[in-house]
């Protein structure tokens, strides 16, 4: 089957996607972070520059701004899709896999949070550097600069995961076959990283300080949770003392600091500092914010200090957010419909869209969009293809190379979100499982040559 999305065999995708974008009308996602509530100069740097500015900023097109913004990030993630997967040939069961994968990743898309933001635009990013040709031209270096800006922009909305991206792109590179660039692996991985960073982190903290967002500095977030983590559940006694004087100067007046080890939870680092228990020594950290530069490189110093002090007991205790990560779901949105109670259409719209859901919901609640599923399925393929005896040597060695490859993305997700995720939530992880997923099944279809050109 070639990929066409125009085809009379895909009627019926194309009327699940009238439906589709119909229900989106009835406001389905989160509003990330409020930024809509706040003028530029009252929000905060949390989320860097780019979150608020989009979705603080987002004209109100057709109604209203969540329609508009969702409809293009689907758009966008369908374009995506498309330059990746044009003019190849598809098996029927390469077909299935596409199916699962792009209607799962239409509804993560119709999530307004910047995760879903970050992988539609690092969808369309890739799909225009495969479209790229190893042909030195002046059309050919427009697309590789729109892909990696592209993907630049991507990691702004979620910079500490910019690796996983890095790691995309070098599967990327491999589909692309452009060996120029693999010939040293380990050097233009640094190389890919370093100038995405590069890019992303200035520039996100220089326009931040142009508009003037107000200083809560996020980088603290993961530091704060690892400190408390070593002291309250740590086995080294040095370590534990350092971790403990590091955050005594954060906490509230008059708490001591036993109130942290009552506060902390392994999946998420707001009952730290946000009072949500009526409990008087509850939230007990006051998290750095204002002109404070010095004080959060003290902190992280110290933070160094106290991991340096102790690797194999730090690493003890970052074993205990392996779990979590692993195991993360809660990667969609459904519909409140009870919001439109008064309007029977959108409440029409808001139940069809919880109906279109539910089989997505039940993945999700069954870890079938987790880690943990991922790379158990990738060890399954890579068994499947040893035991199989009609495939010839080469090819199993061939394929089992791209399922490997699929897998280090995988755990590499897994070890950056255990190391640094302050919060074990599925559509933190879900785009690069996502993106993994659609490089590697487009690693094993072939390209239709016959339709090449048309």
């Not at 949770?225 to 080294?236: E, I, K, P």
């Not at 779990?323 to 919001?339: D, E, M, R, Y």
């Not at 790379?375 to 399922?403: C, H, P, T, W």
Request: charged letters at 15%; hydrophobic letters at 50%; aromatic letters at 16%.
């Amino acid at each position: 089957m070639n990929f066409d999305i125009i085809k009379k065999s895909n009627k019926l995708l194309i009327v699940f996607c009238l439906i589709f974008l119909v229900s989106l009308y009835s406001g389905n996602g989160g509003l990330e972070g409020d930024q809509r509530d706040f003028d530029m100069s009252d929000r905060i740097d949390n989320w860097g520059f780019i979150v608020p500015f989009v979705y603080g900023e987002w004209p109100n097109f057709f109604g209203h701004w969540r329609f508009t913004f969702t409809l293009l990030q689907i758009l966008v993630l369908w374009f995506g899709l498309y330059l990746i997967f044009h003019n190849c040939f598809f098996t029927k069961l390469h077909s299935i896999i596409f199916y699962i994968i792009f209607i799962v990743s239409s509804f993560y898309a119709a999530n307004l949070y910047r995760d879903a933001t970050l992988f539609s635009l690092s969808v369309l990013g890739f799909g225009i550097f495969l479209k790229s040709k190893k042909q030195k031209n002046f059309f050919n270096y427009f697309l590789l600069i729109t892909s990696f800006v592209l993907i630049s922009i991507a990691s702004m909305f979620k910079p500490f995961y910019s690796l996983i991206l890095v790691l995309v792109l070098m599967q990327v590179i491999q589909i692309n076959k452009l060996k120029l660039l693999i010939k040293r692996p380990i050097l233009n991985l640094a190389s890919l990283f370093t100038l995405i960073l590069l890019f992303s982190f200035p520039v996100d903290n220089y326009l931040s300080n142009v508009v003037g967002l107000q200083k809560v500095y996020p980088q603290q977030q993961p530091i704060i949770m690892d400190l408390a983590a070593q002291y309250c559940w740590g086995t080294n006694a040095n370590q534990t003392e350092q971790s403990k004087n590091l955050l005594t100067p954060l906490l509230r007046n008059e708490y001591p600091p036993q109130t942290i080890c009552a506060s902390l939870r392994p999946d998420s680092w707001d009952n730290l500092h946000n009072n949500f228990n009526p409990w008087v020594y509850s939230s007990p950290i006051i998290r750095i914010t204002g002109e404070a530069e010095s004080r959060i490189t003290n902190l992280a110093i110290g933070w160094i200090k106290t991991i340096a002090s102790s690797p194999v007991d730090w690493i003890q205790v970052r074993l205990y957010f392996l779990g979590p990560t692993l195991f993360a779901s809660n990667s969609f949105t459904s519909n409140i419909v009870t919001v439109y109670d008064e309007n029977k259409f959108l409440h029409f719209l808001g139940f069809t869209w919880n109906m279109l859901l539910a089989p997505v919901l039940l993945m999700d609640k069954l870890r079938l969009t987790s880690l943990f599923f991922a790379i158990l399925f990738y060890i399954a393929i890579i068994g499947f293809q040893v035991y199989r005896d009609s495939k010839s040597r080469i090819e199993v060695i061939n394929n089992s190379k791209k399922i490997v490859f699929a897998m280090t993305t995988s755990i590499a997700t897994l070890i950056i979100g255990a190391l640094i995720s302050v919060a074990n939530n599925g559509r933190y992880f879900l785009p690069y499982i996502l993106l993994t997923h659609i490089f590697t099944l487009r690693s094993f279809i072939t390209r239709d040559n016959s339709s090449v050109g048309k």
